[in-house]
Structure formats: structure tokens, C-alpha cells
T-cell receptor
Framework: EDQVTQSPEALRLQEGESSSLNCSYTVSGLRGLFWYRQDPGKGPEFLFT???AGEEKEKERLKATLTKKESFLHITAPKPEDSATYLC???????????FGSGTKLNVKP | DAGITQSPRHKVTETGTPVTLRCHQT?????MYWYRQDPGHGLRLIHYSYGVKDTDKGEVSDGYSVSRSKTEDFLLTLESATSSQTSVYFC?????????????FGSGTQLSVL
């Protein structure tokens, strides 16, 4: 069964304190792994797609990496505006369904 | 913005009443999805559509039906709402550009069933 688990559930950081969020997955042939950011009261906003082990993507203070069993979202020198819930999702090969983890709620204090 | 509009944004209804949520897209994408989001469960797929009149069930489809009579509109109906269907509902469309594929989400509908 396709499954996505994110950890930790919540993370509090001081501004400038770098850290990583984890997304572990089991899927019958990975078609793509996706990271989203969600602000309160809004829909998820697309960040990255990763397709194969070893791939990396960067955007400002965020960097996503992928292995055969998990993905990491590294946040370098975070700012308070990076506070949000970060969601991970996978899409299995030959399927057009996307399976989401429960998310990591990030709070960055000034 | 991906051109997705959900309506209504907020809805309060009573147990046993029918409810229809609407998702409208201006992108002409083939795939459309309905998800619900609850604390501790993340986003769970209810139903999805891969074309006009073509739909399939997701992981939490019991108590829900969908219809897609036009490319741009995807309706979610709760035939007889229950308190367990209190949730935030998100519509999404799938954007495929070459080999790239990702979901774009609407702003959500907060549904409360009393």
C-alpha cells in the first residue's frame, strides 16, 4: 500500500537556525515526489517535484533531496515568513493519484 | 494562480441535508481532484476525474458522489451530510507539462455539519 509519513509533526526554530524535515514513503514505483507549503486558511502551494534518487532542487532557503526511501526538505537560516505547514506527496507510476503525508508544522521565531 | 475557484468558501449545514460543493477551473486541464483535510490525517483523496463523465473513487469516497459534465466544472455532493464530514475540502487540478506533473489547489471550502 502506498504510504507517506512525515516527521516531525511540529518544529520550532529560532530565526537563522537551520534544520531538516523528513518524508519517508513506500510506493509501488515512484513517478514523482512533491513538496508543498500551506499557510493557514489557504490551499497548498507547490514548491518542488523530485523524480529520481539523488535529485536535488533549491528555492531560496529551501532545498529538497530524494533517496529511494525518503526525501528531506532542508531549511537554511530560516526567517519568520518561512513559518507554515510543509506537505509531502507521492505519485505512483501508472497512477494519477497523489498520496499526502500529514505535514510538518514549522514555526520560526524571530 | 492556477485558475481554480471553489464555492462556497464556507458552509454550515445540518445533519441529513444534501450539500454540493463546486470547483471551477479556467485551465482546461483533464484531471481534477477532491480532497478533504483533517487534523492528523493530512489530505485524503475523495474522488477524482480524468475527463468529462469519467470519475473514480479515492481512499475516502463513502458518503460522497461527484459529477463532471463539463471540463471546467467538478462537483462534489454529500447526499446526506453527517458530522464526520465536517472538514476542509480542497479541489485540485493536475498540470502536465511535458513529463512534469503537479497538483494546483483551490482555496478550500470549510464545511461544518451540525
Amino acid at each position: 500500500e502506498d504510504q507517506v509519513t512525515q516527521s516531525p509533526e511540529a518544529l520550532r526554530l529560532q530565526e537563522g537556525e537551520s534544520s531538516s524535515l523528513n518524508c519517508s514513503y513506500t510506493v509501488s514505483g515512484l513517478r514523482g515526489l512533491f513538496w508543498y507549503r500551506q499557510d493557514p486558511g489557504k490551499g497548498p502551494e507547490f514548491l518542488f517535484t523530485l523524480y529520481s534518487a539523488g535529485e536535488e532542487k533549491e528555492k531560496e532557503r529551501l532545498k529538497a533531496t530524494l533517496t529511494k526511501k525518503e526525501s528531506f526538505l532542508h531549511i537554511t537560516a530560516p526567517k519568520p515568513e518561512d513559518s507554515a505547514t510543509y506537505l509531502c506527496a507521492v505519485q505512483a507510476r501508472n497512477f494519477n493519484k497523489f498520496y499526502f503525508g500529514s505535514g510538518t508544522k514549522l514555526n520560526v521565531k524571530p | 494562480d492556477a485558475g481554480i475557484t471553489q464555492s462556497p468558501r464556507h458552509k454550515v449545514t445540518e445533519t441529513g441535508t444534501p450539500v454540493t460543493l463546486r470547483c471551477h477551473q479556467t485551465e482546461n486541464h483533464r484531471y481534477m481532484y477532491w480532497y478533504r483535510q483533517d487534523p492528523g490525517h493530512g489530505l485524503r483523496l475523495i474522488h477524482y476525474s480524468y475527463g468529462v463523465k469519467d470519475t473514480d473513487k479515492g481512499e475516502v469516497s463513502d458518503g460522497y458522489s461527484v459529477s463532471r459534465s463539463k471540463t471546467e466544472d467538478f462537483l462534489l455532493t454529500l447526499e446526506s451530510a453527517t458530522s464526520s464530514q465536517t472538514s476542509v475540502y480542497f479541489c485540485a487540478i493536475s498540470d502536465t507539462t511535458g513529463s512534469n506533473e503537479k497538483l494546483f489547489f483551490g482555496s478550500g471550502t470549510q464545511l461544518s455539519v451540525l
